[in-house]
């Protein structure tokens, strides 16, 4: 295949949400689309002008084809993702309510979460700038934690940025569980992104200065801190605050991915620090203002000489 600037991996679910905000215990019609936060990221990647692949495994069902469908009708180069025909492809359920959306997933089994090390043979690691994955993988089972350490050692031998969106899910392994294995990965990549509020959940660090000392001074640190900005502690380099954009917030999930996505899109460009965040907000104002996981952000891909 040709080669990419970047690769992003992991799993890929089908999404079902009750029509009109309501309830699952009592709609009678839903829409289904797909999610899942590295196809995502790659999707907007993809918006944003650059040559992305996503890799992960799915179903060789119809949920499976909707997903690649999907993903690579958006531009996503979707020939490295396996098809598996003895595990299902996973998918998740949205339950609004008048307190906020629950997430129900039934991924457990799923082809996603038989990943393993080998898989990555037939991946173009090393031709990449950037590999990306979030703390989803490492979830999903032992060989999937084994399988994202293994992505990351083979593109730090390659010379390759690792991307790393730290992303707990709750619902997937608690904050005792999860903390090791993602300030692991976090310090094995060269860049993190993690929301504030997350950190302090699985980590106890109270200020994004904490979140920098505790992953280590030698990792590219990204601190999202909601609607206030972010914030990134860089190597030798002073800290660089840029404020979040104001938006009117339709629907909060995905707009970590887009702000991810936005950044690697200026970095990718050659951007400074202060042009890679800003790039990040706008990205994800657009996701924050949307019901879908994706919207739809062509309207942001820069010119080279206008992200410098």
Sequence with gaps: MPDVEALCLGETMVLVAPGAGQPLATAREAVLS?????????????????????????????HGERILSAVGGGGVDVRLV?????????VFFKDPAADGTRVHYYRA???????TPAYL?????????????????????????ETATALFTRAREAGVLCSFDVN??????????AAG?????????????????????VWRTAAPEEVRDLIGPGVSVVVKDGAVGATLFAPHAAPVFVPARPVDVVEPVGAGDAFAAGYLS???????????????????????????????????????????
Aim: glycine letters at 8%; one cysteine or more; aromatic letters at 4%.
């Design 34 to 62: 797909v999610a899942g936060a590295e196809s995502t990221v790659a999707r907007y990647l993809a918006d944003l002008g650059h040559r992305v692949a996503w890799a992960g495994r799915v179903g060789l069902d119809p």
């Design 82 to 90: 396996e098809r598996d025909p003895t595990a299902p492809t996973g």
């Design 109 to 115: 089994g799923s082809a996603a979460s038989r990943m």
């Design 121 to 145: 043979d037939r991946l173009p690691v090393s031709s990449a700038r950037v590999v990306h994955q979030s703390g989803v993988t490492p979830a999903l089972s032992p060989q999937c934690a």
């Design 168 to 177: 707990h899910r709750p619902g997937l392994w608690d904050a005792r569980r």
């Design 181 to 201: 294995p993602l300030l692991s990965l976090a310090r094995q990549a060269d860049l993190v992104f993690v929301g504030l509020d997350e950190a302090e959940r």
């Design 266 to 308: 200026a970095w990718l460009h050659d951007a400074d620090p202060a042009a890679r965040l800003a790039l990040g907000h706008r990205t994800a104002a657009l996701a924050l203002g949307s019901v879908e996981d994706h919207a739809d952000a062509r309207a942001l891909r820069p010119a080279p000489e206008s992200v410098r």
